[in-house]
């Protein structure tokens, strides 16, 4: 298994501000990811954030909006920038590993509500 | 593009034994998981199935069909801790590895 660390683990935020949410992994990954589910919902795919380059977007979703980082193999932020109540959701990390066969682990999640 | 489709609730009894069926339609098809997610709680890894046929494990077994574009999650035994969400997610490489999810079955189960 993997151990994934993320935290907040749940924030108050006002409209216009931003958040940044830290996922740290205990060992080496191949993958990261990062989702958000909305009340009720499924996980939607936010981006792939990939080592040492820019994060792979998956439509309706783009870098302005939510940075990436991921400066090594065990941990990356996502920036939720200028919030709105939209935005008000749980975001996810979650990490493949090599010999996981295709599984992914995922962090306890980051509950945001935006006022 | 991807479509993954799935009831939305399905309530079964304790004791009894639920199937919970997922179509999917993917252009870079790779494998097709089954998750299970707790109210509150991420989702933790159920199943994986590449090829055609049956995995067992334990009380739990799934199926696929990449002809058909099916799946399902059978559940044997239910038990009372068994309520939950369930996500089937399907494996696309379009473009990298990555894994899309369906909006899940709510499982009630009742005594």
């Known amino acids: 298994s993997a151990v994934i660390s993320q935290k907040p683990s749940r924030d108050i935020c006002q409209r216009g501000t931003s958040l940044t949410i830290q996922c740290q992994v205990d060992s080496q990954v191949t993958m990261m990811f990062w989702y958000r589910q909305q009340p009720g919902q499924s996980l939607t795919l936010i981006a792939t954030?990939?080592?040492?380059?820019?994060?792979?977007?998956e439509s309706g979703f783009v870098i302005d909006k939510f940075p990436i980082s991921r400066p090594n193999l065990t941990f990356s932020t996502l920036t939720v920038s200028n919030m709105s109540p939209e935005d008000s959701s749980i975001y996810l990390c979650?990490?493949?590993?090599?010999?996981?066969?295709?599984?992914?682990?995922f962090g306890s999640g980051t509950q945001l509500s935006v006022l | 593009g991807q479509n993954i489709d799935q009831p939305t609730e399905m309530t079964a009894t304790e004791g009894a034994i639920v199937q919970i069926n997922c179509t999917y339609q993917t252009s870079g098809f790779n494998g097709l998981f089954w998750y299970q997610q707790h109210a509150g709680e991420a989702p933790t890894f159920l199943s994986y199935n590449v090829l055609d046929g049956l995995e067992e494990k334990g009380r739990f077994s799934s199926f696929l069909s990449r002809s058909k574009g099916y799946s399902y999650l059978l559940l044997k035994e239910l038990q009372m801790k068994d309520s939950a969400s369930y996500l089937c997610a399907v494996r696309d490489d379009t473009g990298g590895f990555k894994t899309i999810f369906g909006a899940g079955t709510r499982l009630f189960v009742k005594a």
């Open positions: 954030a990939n080592q040492g380059s820019e994060a792979t977007y």
């Open positions: 979650s990490v493949k590993r090599e010999d996981s066969n295709e599984k992914l682990f």
